[in-house]
C-alpha cells in the first residue's frame, strides 16, 4: 500500500505567476470596455482612436518582430501584407458594422454584449496555442464587438472602433504568448504595467468598477494561489492491489 504517490507539493510562486495570464486578461476586456464607453459617450473621437490603433499596430508588430526569431525580410513582408488586408477588410465591412443592429434597442445590444464578455472572461486558448483556432471566447468577443459598433454616429468612428476591438482581441494573445515565450521577467513586468494602466483608466470611469476590478486582481492573483496551496495539504490519496494494474511494456510487441 502507498500512499500520495501522486501528490506533489505546488510552490506559492510558481502557481502565483501561472495565473498572471488570466490577471492579464481581465485587465485586456476591461480596458476595451472602457475604451467602448468612451467611445459610444463620444468621449474618444475619431482622430484619437485612430492614433490609439496606429501605436498599437506599432508596438504590437515591433513586439512580434522582437520575439520572433529568427528574423528575416520574408516574415516582415508577410506580417506587412497580413495587416494590410486585415486592415482593408475592415475599413469595407465598416459601414455594414453601422448599420447592422440599428434596428435593435441599445439596451439589448449593451445586455447581450455583457453576456458575451462574461463568456469572454476566461483567457483565450491562444495563451497556450497561438494559432487561436476554434475558440469560443475568441467568438465571443468578436460578436459583442460588432454589436456595439452601430454605436459610433460615423463611418470611420466605427471602422476606428472595430480595428481597436479586433487589435485587442485578435493580437492581443498571441503577443502575450509570444512575450511569455521569450523571457518570463518582460511577461511579468508587461503584465504588472498593463495592470496599473487599467486600473488608472477604470478609476477615472466609474469607482465601482475600478473596485470590482482590484478585487477581482486580488482575488486571482493572491488569494486563489494560496488556497489552492493550503488546500494540497490535505489531499490524501492510497494506491494499493485494488487499483488498476499498468503495463510495463508495449502491447504491440
Not at 448599420?99 to 439589448?108: A, Q
Not at 472572461?121 to 475558440?135: D, E, F, I, V
Request: with cysteine; hydrophobic share 55%; charged share 10%.
Amino acid at each position: 500500500m502507498v500512499m500520495n504517490s501522486n501528490v506533489f507539493k505546488r510552490d506559492l510562486l510558481k502557481v502565483t505567476i501561472n495565473l498572471v495570464s488570466m490577471s492579464q486578461y481581465l485587465c485586456i476586456v476591461a480596458l476595451v470596455v472602457s475604451t467602448w464607453t468612451y467611445t459610444v459617450n463620444l468621449v474618444i473621437v475619431e482622430v484619437t482612436l485612430l492614433k490609439l490603433d496606429t501605436s498599437l499596430l506599432l508596438v504590437g508588430s515591433l513586439m512580434l518582430l522582437v520575439t520572433t526569431y529568427p528574423f528575416s525580410l520574408k516574415l516582415l513582408s508577410k506580417y506587412v501584407l497580413n495587416i494590410s488586408f486585415f486592415i482593408s477588410g475592415v475599413y469595407v465591412l465598416a459601414p455594414i458594422y453601422q448599420t447592422l443592429t440599428r434596428s435593435i434597442s441599445f439596451d439589448s445590444i449593451r445586455a447581450l454584449a455583457v453576456c458575451l464578455l462574461l463568456v469572454d472572461s476566461r483567457p483565450p486558448g491562444a495563451l497556450n496555442n497561438p494559432k487561436m483556432t476554434s475558440n469560443i471566447s475568441l467568438n465571443a468577443s468578436i460578436i459583442a464587438s460588432v454589436l456595439v459598433a452601430s454605436g459610433p454616429p460615423s463611418r470611420l468612428h466605427v471602422f476606428a472602433f472595430m480595428l481597436f476591438s479586433l487589435q485587442i482581441f485578435l493580437f492581443s494573445p498571441l503577443i502575450a504568448f509570444c512575450i511569455k515565450k521569450y523571457s518570463l521577467g518582460l511577461h511579468l513586468l508587461f503584465s504588472f504595467a498593463l495592470m496599473l494602466m487599467t486600473l488608472s483608466v477604470t478609476y477615472q470611469l466609474h469607482i465601482m468598477f475600478f473596485i470590482l476590478l482590484a478585487v477581482l486582481l486580488v482575488f486571482i492573483s493572491i488569494v486563489c494561489p494560496y488556497w489552492l496551496t493550503r488546500i494540497q495539504e490535505y489531499k490524501f490519496e492510497i494506491n494499493g492491489p485494488w487499483d488498476e494494474a499498468k503495463l510495463c511494456f508495449d502491447r504491440t510487441e
